[in-house]
């Protein structure tokens, strides 16, 4: 399960996720569609636990992927288009 609470993702002035707030729960397939610049990439980097959240709560798993980085990645399965 992946768990979006009010998540924020700043790259100094540049807010690439704005107060994402959603849930993806186990055994589903999870797809990140939208234009470029979207912040798809800034939310998958997150969920990889490779780039913290500036702001708000992430659970991937049950874990926190600021201190559980290794565990986490070790569960994922992470199919870009290219």
């Known amino acids: 399960m992946i768990e ?3 998540v924020t993702k700043t ?3 540049q807010r690439a996720v704005d107060a994402l707030t959603f849930t993806a729960p186990a055994g589903r397939i999870t797809g990140f569609l939208g234009p470029n610049g979207a912040g ?3 939310t998958m980097r997150m969920v990889a636990a490779v780039s913290p959240p500036t702001a708000g709560q992430l659970r991937i ?3 926190d992927p ?3 980085g290794p565990a986490i990645r070790a ?3 992470v199919v870009p288009q290219k």
């Open 66 to 68: 600021t201190r559980d």
């Open 40 to 42: 798809k990439s800034s």
């Open 75 to 77: 569960q994922l399965g």
């Open 4 to 6: 979006f609470e009010s």
């Open 11 to 13: 790259y100094g002035t």
């Open 61 to 63: 798993f049950g874990l």
